[in-house]
């Protein structure tokens, strides 16, 4: 059953420290993207990579957040120093591109970040 | 700039009753407006997608109606049922990118 794992489903810690989020995207997929769900502003677009390579990230403020893909089964947001405002879920999502016949994006079950 | 808008925010119906949410786009360059359906402490899932080649699409209870000239398309759920209870995003892509651009949601409680 391919899915898009993600860890650590939930993290609490103090203003100012380090967080760093990890998804396993599905195998063979060939787009990550990492997306903010806060009850104000809904899902909102981070960052996103298509081959590993990084093409958009232009949503993400780039003072303190950071997203990587070391290799094709590993991504990671990383947040340096960590806000109050960051508090949200995190979600990590992969698939193969609008152009297929479904476009569809598979979604992991979240980060939950809330930062005292 | 929100590109693409989505209402009601929220909506309470009865069982058997029909739900419909409704969403508008800026951008013509979209072809490509999905529907996804979440379950609290879940993802995202797709549900139901449509390209603007036709003006509506049909998959069991839910259809997706297309509105080219007035940049809007909505989701219908017939015979809403108590396992519909989710939050629901319209969103909107268009070729040559993978990006999606969702809406903010809209929690759907159906009653027994």
């Known amino acids: 059953d391919a899915r898009v794992t993600q860890t650590p489903r939930h993290k609490v810690t103090e203003m100012g420290q380090e967080v760093t989020m990890r998804c396993q995207p599905i195998?063979?997929?060939?787009?990550v993207f990492w997306y903010r769900q806060t009850m104000m502003q809904g899902l909102e677009l981070l960052a996103y990579f298509r081959n590993r390579a990084p093409l958009d990230d232009s949503g993400m403020p780039k003072d303190r957040f950071s997203a990587e893909m070391p290799d094709a089964t590993l991504a990671t947001l990383k947040i340096q120093p960590s806000e109050p405002r960051d508090s949200a879920v995190y979600f990590c999502?992969?698939?193969?591109?609008?152009?297929?016949?479904?476009?569809?994006?598979?979604f992991g079950e979240g980060s939950r970040l809330t930062v005292l | 700039q929100q590109q693409v808008k989505q209402s009601p925010q929220s909506l309470i119906v009865q069982k058997g009753g029909i739900s419909i949410i409704n969403c508008a786009y800026e951008?013509?360059?979209?072809?490509?407006f999905p529907w996804y359906q979440q379950f609290p402490g879940k993802g995202p899932a797709l549900l139901i997608a449509?390209?603007?080649?036709?003006s509506e699409k049909k998959e069991g209870r839910f259809t997706i109606s297309f509105n080219k000239s007035a940049k809007q398309f909505s989701l219908h759920i017939m015979d809403s049922q108590p396992g519909d209870s989710a939050t629901y995003f319209c969103a909107a892509g268009k070729g040559g990118s993978e990006k999606l651009v969702f809406g903010k949601g809209m929690k759907l409680t159906v009653n027994p």
């Open positions: 449509i390209r603007p080649d036709v």
């Open positions: 195998l063979g997929h060939n787009t």
């Open positions: 999502a992969s698939g193969l591109g609008l152009q297929t016949s479904t476009g569809e994006l598979f």
């Open positions: 951008n013509t360059a979209f072809d490509y």
